[in-house]
RNA sequence: GCGGGGGUGUCCGAGUCAGGUCAAAGGAGGCAGGCUUAGGACCUGCUGCCAUAGGGCUGCGUGGGUUCAAACCCCACCUCCCGCACCA
C-alpha cells in the first residue's frame, strides 16, 4: 500500500537526518512537551496515541513556527501491575495467558519468559516503540528510559531525599481494607466482591458498665447521643471481655480481632455469650444518668464492635425493636427484666428536622409501613432519615452545649470534643463485605509507620494554587476541577511494600509507589541525553550532582572530583536543564487530574523555583471503543500497531484527533479511521492534479478570493491549535479549506491557475502536524527542500485580505440561495432568471446609514434633511424616505461585527459581479441569466420586482 | 454523599463566556444524479414542516423569567457521564 510505503519513507528521512533530536540552542526559544510515560503492562494502545498524537501535532506546530522543540518519551514500569501479571503467567493461569496471547499478539516463545516481569516489560517496550515510532511521533528518543533504571532511581531517591529534607514527607497511619491472607491491601482490582467499598470511620461511645468496664457502641452519628434510651446487644452472639489498651472493654469477638488491626493492643480475657450482659444497666456518658441493656437480634456481631445504642426517636431499627419488647413482654422475661419498665421507656426526641413532628423513626416507619425489625423496608426508612436529619437537622435544647447547631455543622466539632474528653474512641470498618481474590474475607488494617506526602499542608497548596494561576489550562473549564482537586487532596502515602520500583532511600523494606515517583522525571529527560552518551554510571548520580545540575549549587570542580563526572559533562547536563525547563506543555487524559497531573504541580512548586514550575498543562478525554471503555478482558483493546497497520498512521491520528475536543471522550470507530483514510488519498491525489494541470497565469477577483479566505484560514487554524483545539484546527485545515478550493474551481470552471499552486503550498503545511507523512510527500513532489516538518509555519497575509472579494462571492451565495428558495417555493422549472440590482441612490442611503450607525443612534429626520440637498434624489424623495426608514430599522437590528464588515465590503459592483458570474450560474440553474440595473430603463421586468431590489440583495424575477 | 463535566437536527458535533448575519458551521448517514468494468473510492445537488416569489411555522433537556430580540442571560426542575485514593 502507497500510504504506508510514504510512512516509512518519511520516517527513516526523518530518524536519517535525526530532525527530532532537539539540543539547546542559545539562539532558539525552547519548547518542551510531555506524555505521561505509558504503563508497560501491554502494547501501546488507541488510547495512548490519543493522546500523543494531540501532543506531537502540537509539537510539530510549535516546531514549525521556528520554536526549538523537544518532546521526550519514556516508560513507565514501577508498579505492582506488572508483578501482578508476570505472577499471573508463573501461575499459569490460562484465561490471562490467553488474553496476551489473543489479544497483544505475543507469541509463545516470549510468553513463557513472562515469569520475569522485567522480560515482559521490556517486550511490551520494544513493542510500543516501533508503534510509536511508527505513528510519526516526533520524539527525540535519545533521551529515553525506563523507570526502573539504575540511574533514573538515582534520579527519584534524590528526589525524595529532597523532599524529604523539606519537610514535605511524614510517617503516619493509615487504614486500607486488607487480605489477612495475602497480607497486603487489597486494591479494586484485586477484590473478588465488594469493589467500591471502602473503610468507614466509626465513632465508639464508651458506656459505662456498672462493674468497670466500657461498652463501645460503634456509630456514624455520634450526635444521637443526647437520645439514648438503651443499649443493644445481640444475646445469641459471642462476647469478649478483653483488655483493650489500659481499659476493659466488651465487644464482640469479631471486634477484638479487627482492633488488634487497628494500632490497639488487646488482650482477651473471656468469652461470653450477649445474654449475659442483656438486663444490665450502664452509664451515658453526656447525661450520667443509668439504662439497661436490652437483647437486639438484629445487631450484626460481625459488624463494628457488636454493640449499639438505641436512640429509638430517631432510629427505624431502634424503634422497630424496642416496639417488638414492649409488644412482647415474655421476650424479655429469660432476661430477667421487668416488663414494666421496658414499657416505660419513652423515646428521647432531641433533633428538630423540618417535615417531621417530634419522632422521625416513628413517623416514617408508619409511612413506610415498615411491620418489625426484620422488615427489609426498615433499611430504607433508616437511609431516608439519616440524610433528612443530616441535611437539614438542627440539634434541640436538651444537646447540651450544642443545641440549636445543625446536625451538619456539630458532627465533627461534637467528635473532636468526645474523643478529647475520653468519652469516644473510634475505629475502622467496612460498610459492605469485601473478598479477596483468593476468597479470604477482608478487614481494614492501619497501617503503621506509612510514609506519607504532606499534600493537605495548606501552605504547600497554597503553592500549588499560585502555580496553578500562572498556568494556562486547556481547556480552560478543567481549571474548576484542578482547584477542587487542590483542596480535597489529603495525605498520600507514597510507598508500598511490592511491585517495582525505587526503593525508599532511607527505609529499607518500601518502595517509592508509583504515582508519587512519576511527578518531576520531565527534568530526568534533559539529562539523561548526556548520562545515556557518557555512560554515567548510577552510582556516580549524587546528591551534589543533581544539585549542581537542578539548581546549580556546589563548587563544580569539588562535585566533578567527589563523582567522577567530568567538569565539562556537568556543565552540559546544567546548561541542558536550564536551557529546557521548564515543561512549556503536558498532555494527558482527565482521569490523572485528580492525582499525577495534580501531584505534578505540587511537587514541582516544592522542588523547583517558581520559574521551573511547569506553563501549561493539556486535558483530553478518555478514549472509548464503540462507545465502551476499552479492557482487555471485554476483548475490545485496539493496538496502536493494528491500526497503524490497516490504516496508515495519518489516517489513526487524524482520525483520532477528529474524533472530540476539550473533556469530551473521544470514541474510536474504525468506519471512521477509514473514512479519514479516503481523504486523505483523494487530498493526495486532489494536490497531484494540480500540481500537473495548474498553469494559468490568471488572477481575477476569484484568485483574490480564494487567498483572502486562505488568510482567514490561516489564522483559525493557528488560533486554535494555540489553544489546543486541536479539533477544530483539524477540521478548519482538511474540511473548511477544501471547501474553498471546491467553491473556486467550480466557481470558475476551465483551467487550473497557477495560484492553485502557492495556495497549495499554504494548505499542506496547515495539514503537515496531522497528517505529516502524506504532507511530507507532497511538499517533496512540489520540489520543496526537505522537510514540511521544519518548513516555516504560514503567516497570514493582512494584504491579501480582501473584504471586496469576499463581498462579491457571498453575493453570489446569497443570490444562489435566494433564486432556490424561489423556485422550491413555486416549483418552476426556470427558463429565465432576471436580476435587478439596487440603484445607486439606494447604496448611497444604506452606506451612509450604516456609517451613522457606527457613532451611535441613527435619527431618521436628520438623515432626511440630509437627503433633501442631494442632486440626484429629487423628485424620488417620497421613494427615499420610505427606504431609509426600512434601512434603518434593519441596520438597527444587525449586530455591530456585521455592519463593520459591511463597510468594508463597501458599494459592491453587483451588476458586474452577477453578470461575471452569468456563465456559472446559468449552469447551475439550467436557465437562461439576465442582469439588469435598476435603473436600466429599458429593463425587462413584466411583474415590476425591480423596485424591490436592496444592496447585498438582488431583486429577482423568474420565468 | 462530595466534587467535576454535559443534554443542540437521523447520528456525531460547533455555537453559549461578549444575545441580533442562527433553520443553527463542519462531518457522518440518507436520497438523487454524474464518473466508472466495478467500487466502502471520487464529484455535484438535496436532506425540519408548510408555501406558485426570496415568506411563515416549529425548533437547541423541561418549565418559567428578563429583552424590541434568547440555543446563548437569570431562576427552578429533570436527566446523563466521570472521579472519590494509596491504585495505574
Known amino acids: 500500500m502507497f500510504l504506508r510505503e510514504i510512512e516509512r519513507k518519511w520516517q527513516e528521512a526523518w530518524e536519517k537526518a535525526g530532525i527530532f533530536e532537539a539540543n539547546p540552542d542559545s539562539c532558539k526559544e525552547k519548547f518542551f512537551v510531555t506524555f505521561p510515560y505509558p504503563y508497560m503492562n501491554g502494547p501501546l494502545h488507541v488510547g495512548h496515541a490519543f493522546t500523543a498524537s494531540r501532543v506531537d501535532a502540537y509539537a510539530r506546530f510549535k516546531r514549525m513556527q521556528g520554536y526549538n522543540v523537544l518532546f521526550p518519551w519514556a516508560w513507565h514500569w514501577t508498579g505492582q501491575p506488572l508483578t501482578g501479571a508476570s505472577q499471573r503467567v508463573a501461575k499459569g493461569d490460562e484465561a490471562f495467558i490467553r488474553v496476551l496471547r489473543e489479544v497483544d499478539g505475543v507469541p509463545e516463545e516470549e510468553l513463557r519468559k513472562f515469569v520475569d516481569p522485567n522480560y515482559m516489560a521490556t517486550y511490551y517496550t520494544n513493542e510500543s516503540r516501533i508503534a510509536a515510532k511508527r505513528a510519526g511521533f516526533s520524539v527525540d528518543w535519545r533521551r529515553e528510559f525506563n523507570t526502573i533504571m539504575p540511574t533514573f532511581r538515582k534520579f527519584v531517591e534524590w528526589q525524595y531525599n529532597s523532599l524529604r529534607a523539606k519537610g514535605y514527607v511524614t510517617k503516619g497511619t493509615h487504614p486500607v481494607v486488607w487480605c489477612p491472607k495475602c497480607k497486603s491491601p487489597t486494591g479494586d482490582h484485586d477484590r473478588q466482591e465488594g469493589e467500591g467499598v471502602t473503610p468507614e470511620e466509626y465513632t465508639l461511645i464508651k458506656f459505662k458498665l456498672e462493674e468497670d468496664a466500657y461498652l463501645p457502641a460503634a456509630t456514624l452519628r455520634p450526635e444521637t447521643i443526647y437520645g439514648v434510651t438503651n443499649i443493644w446487644i445481640n444475646p445469641d452472639a459471642t462476647y469478649v471481655e478483653a483488655r483493650v489498651n489500659d481499659e476493659i472493654w466488651i465487644t464482640s469477638e469479631k471486634a477484638a480481632e479487627k482492633l488488634k488491626e487497628q494500632g490497639k493492643t488487646v488482650k482477651i480475657k473471656r468469652k461470653l455469650k450477649g445474654r449475659e450482659l442483656v438486663g444490665k444497666n450502664f452509664e451515658n456518658p453526656v447525661a450520667k444518668e443509668k439504662l439497661p441493656i436490652l437483647p437486639g437480634w438484629f445487631v450484626d456481631p460481625k459488624h463494628a464492635t457488636g454493640i449499639v445504642y438505641s436512640v429509638p426517636a430517631h432510629a427505624p431499627y431502634d424503634w422497630l425493636a424496642l416496639k417488638d419488647l414492649q409488644e412482647k413482654p415474655e421476650t424479655l422475661r429469660e432476661f430477667g427484666l421487668d416488663p414494666e419498665n421496658v414499657k416505660k421507656i419513652k423515646p428521647i426526641s432531641m433533633i428538630k428536622v423540618e417535615g417531621f413532628s417530634e419522632y422521625p423513626a416513628i413517623e416514617i416507619v408508619k409511612e413506610l409501613d415498615v411491620k418489625d425489625q426484620y422488615d427489609s423496608k426498615a433499611e430504607e426508612a433508616t437511609k431516608i432519615i439519616y440524610k433528612k436529619e443530616f441535611h437539614s437537622g438542627v440539634l434541640k435544647e436538651n444537646c447540651m452545649e450544642y443545641s440549636g447547631k445543625t446536625v451538619q455543622n456539630v458532627k465533627e466539632i461534637l467528635i473532636e470534643d468526645f474523643r478529647r474528653r475520653g468519652i469516644a474512641d473510634f475505629m475502622y470498618d467496612l460498610p459492605q463485605p469485601v473478598v479477596c481474590r483468593c476468597l479470604t474475607p477482608c478487614i481494614v488494617k492501619v497501617l503503621q509507620d506509612q510514609w506519607f506526602l504532606k499534600y493537605s499542608d495548606p501552605e504547600w497548596k497554597e503553592k500549588v494554587r499560585e502555580a496553578l494561576s500562572r498556568m494556562k489550562i486547556y481547556p480552560k473549564t478543567a481549571t474548576q476541577w484542578f482547584l477542587a482537586v487542590i483542596d480535597w487532596l489529603k495525605e498520600w502515602a507514597c510507598a508500598r511494600r511490592t511491585g517495582l520500583g525505587t526503593p525508599l532511600p532511607w527505609c529499607p523494606g518500601w518502595i517509592i509507589e508509583t504515582l ?68 512549556d506543555l503536558r498532555v494527558s487524559a482527565k482521569e490523572l487530574v485528580p492525582n499525577h497531573l495534580t501531584f505534578f504541580i505540587f511537587q514541582h512548586t516544592a522542588l523547583f523555583p517558581p520559574e521551573h514550575w511547569p506553563k501549561a498543562i493539556g486535558v483530553n478525554g478518555m478514549l472509548m471503543i464503540k462507545g465502551k471503555q476499552m479492557h482487555k478482558s471485554k476483548g475490545n483493546f485496539v493496538p496502536t500497531k493494528t491500526v497503524i497497520e490497516e490504516y496508515g498512521a495519518d489516517a489513526m491520528r487524524c482520525a483520532l484527533i477528529l474524533s472530540s475536543e476539550g473533556m469530551d471522550d473521544p470514541d474510536w470507530r474504525n468506519e471512521n479511521a477509514r473514512d479519514v483514510k479516503n481523504k486523505l488519498v483523494s487530498f493526495y491525489n486532489f494536490t497531484q492534479t494540480i500540481n500537473e494541470n495548474a498553469k494559468s497565469d490568471e488572477i481575477g477577483h476569484l484568485e483574490k478570493w480564494l487567498m483572502s479566505k486562505l488568510q482567514h484560514r490561516i489564522i483559525e487554524v493557528t488560533e486554535n491549535l ?85 463581498g462579491n462571492e457571498s453575493l453570489i451565495k446569497e443570490v444562489i440561495e435566494d433564486t432556490l428558495n424561489i423556485l422550491k417555493a ?5 427558463q429565465k432568471i432576471c436580476y435587478y440590482t439596487a440603484s445607486q441612490w439606494k447604496w448611497k442611503i444604506y452606506m451612509k446609514i450604516l456609517e451613522k450607525s457606527r457613532k451611535g443612534e441613527v ?101
Not at 413555486?826 to 426556470?830: A, H, V
Open 826 to 830: 413555486t416549483k418552476i422549472t426556470p
Open 859 to 959: 435619527k431618521l429626520n436628520e438623515i432626511m434633511r440630509e437627503l433633501a440637498a442631494e442632486e440626484d434624489l429629487r423628485g424620488k424623495l417620497k421613494e427615499a424616505a420610505k427606504f431609509t426608514s426600512k434601512v434603518v430599522q434593519e441596520v438597527g437590528r444587525t449586530p455591530e461585527k456585521r455592519r463593520e464588515t459591511l463597510l468594508k465590503i463597501g458599494i459592491l459592483k453587483e451588476k458586474e459581479v452577477i453578470d461575471d458570474a452569468k456563465g456559472f450560474l446559468a449552469d447551475k440553474f439550467k436557465a437562461c441569466i439576465i442582469v439588469f440595473s435598476e435603473d436600466a430603463r429599458d429593463k425587462y421586468d413584466p411583474k415590476l420586482k425591480a423596485k424591490l431590489s436592496v444592496p447585498f440583495r438582488p431583486a429577482i424575477y423568474i420565468e
Open 722 to 806: 494555540e489553544e489546543m483545539k486541536m479539533r477544530t484546527a483539524l477540521e478548519i485545515a482538511l474540511f473548511e479549506i477544501w471547501n474553498d478550493f471546491r467553491w473556486y474551481m467550480n466557481r470558475r470552471g476551465g483551467e487550473d491557475t497557477k495560484i492553485l499552486k502557492d495556495t497549495l503550498k499554504i494548505w499542506v503545511k496547515l495539514l503537515a502536524p496531522f497528517a505529516p507523512h502524506i504532507c511530507e510527500e507532497i511538499w517533496d513532489g512540489m520540489k520543496e527542500k526537505p522537510f514540511i516538518s521544519l518548513a516555516e509555519w504560514p503567516k497570514a497575509n493582512e494584504e491579501s485580505i480582501n473584504a471586496q472579494a469576499e
Open 516 to 583: 508519587s515517583d512519576s511527578t518531576i522525571y520531565m527534568a530526568f529527560y534533559t539529562i539523561n541525553k548526556q548520562i545515556r552518551r557518557h555512560d554515567i554510571k548510577p552510582k556516580m548520580l549524587t546528591k551534589e550532582v543533581f544539585n549542581y545540575i537542578f539548581y546549580g549549587k556546589g563548587i563544580i570542580e569539588k562535585i566533578a572530583l567527589k563523582s567522577g563526572i567530568d567538569t565539562k559533562i556537568l556543565e552540559e547536563m546544567r546548561k541542558e536543564f536550564s536551557y529546557w525547563y521548564p515543561v
